[in-house]
């Protein structure tokens, strides 16, 4: 089914705010969920919501937190989250970090015990479209199986890069596995199997159950390639972030525990911007017009098939399934 924007977003503030969480805030996290819903990226997008609201009844995430930051260094924003809600201690430390980069061409925000950020594809543009460059990483629980292993031991651990374009800024967000569990997760609610190589389950064998996929482990994409960056990224945030690593590593999928993972974001001012914008245009447009290998299906950027997919939810209302709607509407009225 599809829902007009506006009515989600209000409903989504709703249920927020009746939880203590100011309006602003209440409208950051809501444009969130739902601008992962409009990409097509329902794994991060609203079926998120409950878990927020469980995280905040249970006094795991705290309503109204901005988080205390601290410059270590000239450019060098350390920030504790004090288990405020991800997207809007993320937005603060970017709102903070953003304005010393252009001072120093460079500076960055490394957070611990903040809450899951969603899809961080959302922070690449929002610094791309500020004529700023950005590379964000953030790690998560132990859910991928090292190359040639059987258990998790390392997040999934995505990386976003934002870099100015016109007409959109580029935006690269990849996971370093082969899928999100969040991906999962809208699997298992749907009843759909998963693909063969996507999970092991928690004896290491591979399975196309995703709830049993739920309690083993993903792959790590293109194998021993990714499993190294995802390790790489791990280790880079967690010592930056002074945060958790590996196994230790809670609180961005359940309502039991706080969110101890670290986000790093690094922002870059490009000394020439308007020539450096201009030159990523052209190329991108160079890339686009280049010959494709089916002419049916024209060569495309990243991020071409989200902006596509959320232009459709624009003019047409946001897709949701029947049960994922059924909940927000129950959660409505539960709050």
């Known amino acids: 089914m599809k829902v007009p924007r506006e009515q989600l977003s209000e409903m989504v503030e709703r249920v927020l705010v009746r939880q203590g969480v100011p309006a602003d805030h209440a409208r950051i996290q809501a444009t969130l969920f739902i601008g992962a819903q409009m990409r097509g990226t329902a794994s991060h997008g609203l079926l998120r919501l409950r878990r927020v609201v469980e995280r905040l009844k249970a006094g795991l995430q705290v309503a109204g937190e901005i988080g205390s930051q601290e410059w270590t260094a000239r450019s060098f924003l350390s920030v504790d989250g004090r288990r405020g809600l991800g997207p809007v201690v993320a937005r603060a430390a970017l709102d903070a970090v953003m304005p010393r980069a252009r001072e120093t061409g460079i500076a960055i925000a490394a957070i611990r015990n903040a809450g899951h950020l969603g ?190 997919a959320r232009d459709k939810s624009k003019a047409e209302g946001v897709t949701l399934d029947d049960g994922l709607w059924d909940d927000l509407k129950k959660l409505d009225t539960e709050t």
Do not use: C
Not at 168 to 181: H, K, Q, Y
Not at 184 to 191: E, L, Q, T
Not at 277 to 294: C, N
């Open 119 to 308: 899809a961080i594809a959302y922070y690449a543009d929002y610094v791309a479209r500020q004529g700023l460059t950005v590379i964000a990483l953030t790690i998560s629980e132990a859910l991928v199986h090292p190359f040639g292993g059987r258990k998790a031991m390392i997040g999934t651990n995505p990386i976003a890069i934002g870099v100015p374009a016109t007409p959109e800024p580029l935006v690269l967000d990849m996971a370093t596995s082969l899928v999100s569990m969040g991906k999962i997760h809208d699997y298992a609610n749907r009843g759909a199997p998963l693909p063969a190589d996507w999970a092991l389950d928690a004896e290491g064998n591979p399975t196309t159950d995703a709830a049993a996929a739920k309690e083993g482990a993903i792959t790590p994409f293109g194998g021993a390639k990714g499993y190294a960056l995802g390790l790489a990224f791990e280790v880079l945030v967690a010592s930056l972030a002074q945060s958790a690593i590996g196994t230790d590593v809670k609180g961005t999928l359940d309502s039991e525990h706080p969110s101890n993972k670290g986000d790093l974001f690094i922002v870059i001012a490009p000394p020439h911007a308007e020539a450096a914008k201009a030159l990523v245009t052209d190329y991108l447009a160079a890339i686009r017009s280049s010959p494709p290998a089916d002419p049916a299906r024209p060569v495309l950027i990243p991020g071409d098939r989200a902006h596509a």
